[in-house]
């Protein structure tokens, strides 16, 4: 099982997310950019538009795999102007991964996200043994 939640925050935006795994964990960090981005688009994205791609992402630990992915996947999505609303995940540890992205394309973003930014994030394991961090976007 896994969650996010959007959080008010001056001139940024604020996720909570927690997952059960650290994969999972990636893909709520996904969600809750999408949903940033262009709210309600990925359960009703047009089928004939599919965009796929492949990110490879190294880092020295989960907290910077998880901003390096979304960062990667946000260059992605002005680059190819799509939204990726799934992803498959390969994790190598907390220090890498690939991913095999799918979306659809967009014609306007709702929401600019400039950067995804290290303020705040910090993956961490909680007492019941979830994944959690917060995530902020500059907007």
Known sequence: MRS???????ADARIQIEADTLADLFLA??????????PGFCPDAPAARTVTD???VRAPDATVLLVDFLSEVLTRVHLRQAIFCDATL???GTTGLVAELTGAL???LDQDV?????HEAE???????RYATALVFDL
């Open 114 to 118: 400039k950067a995804v930014t290290f």
């Open 29 to 38: 960090g996904l969600e809750g950019l999408n949903e940033i981005l262009k």
């Open 106 to 108: 967009f014609d306007e």
């Open 123 to 129: 993956v961490a394991r909680g007492p019941g043994g």
């Open 54 to 56: 492949r990110i490879e």
């Open 90 to 92: 390969v994790l190598e």
């Open 4 to 10: 996010f939640r959007v959080v008010e925050h001056t």
